[in-house]
């Protein structure tokens, strides 16, 4: 079935991929990727997020200039999505009330108040440097404010959700090209969290009304088993954390990194060995994907994990990393959602299991480091 059309659930968010593995070499006289060849400054003097450098400010504020960081650094979003209310935010019962139009039917438009605040990670002081060139200690510190952010987030009593995420690269967006992340925090859980946390929920209330089962079941404990039985889609693992082509992935080198054991977020994470078997695991799949190509690979990158002031989903959630790569077949051709993909339901070129055994063929030296040998 593997090699002819076919459809894959994914049990995450219970819908179907169509998996076409013969599109995989058909012509292509579409648009192709502009790659940048161009080796980059470890300092670029025009850089609002560089060291010492003067950041890029609005509504009239005097220019901030970013301290002389050495390591990894965290501010206020100059230009945020989210903004904290005027007066105290919202509780979550408040929060989904949304406000109806008078002049339509009862609840056909609505709106609602959000309250949130949006903050930027900079990874490295190094404007050259991503996450795929960085060393395991340096991805490390990463990794540890991630850590604090998501339990200095958690004591808000107005936010629900903390999203941790990464653009990188032109392809995906990204407005600056020095390393760096972003966290957007508000008082509502997103959507596609929120469909995985029902996901989650639902599976373990199944497996609990199963005749005989005793023991509570997870969604990903269960299926981090499986990958493991038959590491078919296994791109490369550690002790703690386990990164694979998931099954039903979508896009073309889509992977999917996850904890081996059962924690809900950051916050649980064994300082002395899962922080860093999760950094380790982050710098080897990151460096995989720079190597497929040869090229600074462009992904959006970001992390699930449990929602604030939510007992039960916090028990049921399970942390773990989707990265999202837009490239298909070379550093120049992207995969593009549109037609069926936008208005039907989404479609791959190649399977799960040929991805991943092209991202297991590539190295964990960095090309860019191998040249230079």
Request: glycine share 4%.
């Amino acid at each position: 079935m593997n090699q002819h059309v076919h459809e894959r659930f994914n049990p995450l968010t219970r819908t179907w991929v169509l998996c076409s593995p013969h599109r995989a070499n058909r012509p292509w006289q579409g648009q192709c990727e502009v790659v940048d060849t161009q080796p980059k400054p470890r300092h670029d003097p025009h850089c609002y997020l560089c060291p010492g450098n003067a950041r890029a400010s609005q509504l009239n504020r005097s220019p901030v200039k970013n301290p002389p960081y050495t390591s990894t650094l965290v501010f206020d979003n100059d230009f945020p999505a989210l903004l904290p209310l005027k007066e105290v935010g919202p509780s979550s019962s408040d929060s989904d009330k949304a406000v109806a139009n008078p002049l339509t039917p009862d609840g056909l438009l609505r709106a609602r108040p959000v309250n949130g605040k949006c903050l930027v990670i900079c990874f490295s002081p190094r404007h050259d440097q991503t996450l795929a060139e960085m060393s395991i200690d340096e991805v490390e510190q990463v990794v540890t404010v991630w850590r604090d952010l998501y339990g200095t987030l958690r004591k808000d009593p107005t936010l629900r959700y903390a999203q941790f995420f990464e653009n990188k690269g032109p392809a995906m967006g990204c407005s600056n090209p020095h390393p760096h992340g972003q966290v957007w925090a508000l008082d509502s859980v997103p959507h596609e969290v929120a469909v995985e946390l029902d996901s989650l929920h639902k599976y373990r209330v199944e497996r609990a009304m199963q005749p005989g089962e005793s023991t509570v079941q997870c969604l990903l404990c269960d299926y981090v088993r499986a990958e493991i039985a038959d590491p078919v889609r296994v791109v490369c693992q550690n002790e703690h954390f386990l990164c694979v082509v998931p099954y039903w992935a979508v896009w073309p080198f889509e992977t999917l990194v996850l904890s081996k054991s059962h924690l809900a977020s950051l916050t649980n994470l064994a300082l002395n060995s899962q922080q860093r078997a999760l950094a380790d695991i982050l710098r080897r799949i990151t460096c995989r994907y720079d190597n497929l190509f040869t090229t600074s690979f462009p992904y959006s990158m970001g992390i699930h994990q449990a929602p604030f002031h939510q007992p039960d989903q916090e028990a049921e959630a399970h942390l773990h990393i989707h990265f999202y790569p837009p490239l298909l077949r070379s550093a120049t051709v992207r995969k593009f959602l549109v037609g069926f993909e936008l208005l039907g339901q989404p479609q791959r070129d190649i399977t799960a299991e040929a991805a991943a055994e092209l991202l297991r063929r590539c190295s964990e030296v960095h090309f860019k480091q191998a040249e230079r040998c």
